[in-house]
Nanobody, 126 residues
Framework: QVQLVESGGGSVQSGGSLRLSCAAS????????MGWFRQAPGEEREFVATISWTGGNTRYADSVKGRFTISRDNAKNTVYLQMNSLKTEDTAVYYC???????????????????WGQGTQVTVSS
């Protein structure tokens, strides 16, 4: 059974940094695209970043480009989201996700992902 477990969330002041981790229990991790999404209260879940199964291709939402970095360590079955220069509008629950099938290209629509973690809260105060 596939499990995705996020960690690293917390409270930070505006301008600060956090690094989120997502540990995946799946045998196909090194062959699968991974993504990060977030959801603020009263808002729809939105795309943050995605990374190809090799790690060589990444895509970001315009709102986080230049501040967030997605990376992965296939030996550890873990994907990361380094978040710098955090803003109050980054406050949300952050989720990692993976599609059902391995390989394929990076993707940014929530309905293109099948497995989801439980989420980790990130709160940025001014």
């Amino acid at each position: 059974q596939v499990q995705l477990v996020e960690s690293g969330g917390g409270s930070v002041q505006s301008g600060g940094s956090l690094r989120l981790s997502c540990a995946a229990s799946m045998r196909t991790f090194s062959s699968i695209v991974m993504g990060w999404f977030r959801q603020a209260p009263g808002e729809e879940r939105e795309f943050v970043a995605t990374i190809s199964w090799t790690g060589g291709n990444t895509r970001y939402a315009d709102s986080v480009k230049g501040r967030f970095t997605i990376s992965r360590d296939n030996a550890k079955n873990t994907v990361y989201l380094q978040m710098n220069s955090l803003k109050t509008e980054d406050t949300a629950v952050y989720y990692c996700a993976s599609p059902l099938a391995p390989y394929g290209s990076t993707r940014f629509r929530p309905n293109e992902y099948y497995y989801w973690g439980q989420g980790t809260q990130v709160t940025v105060s001014s």
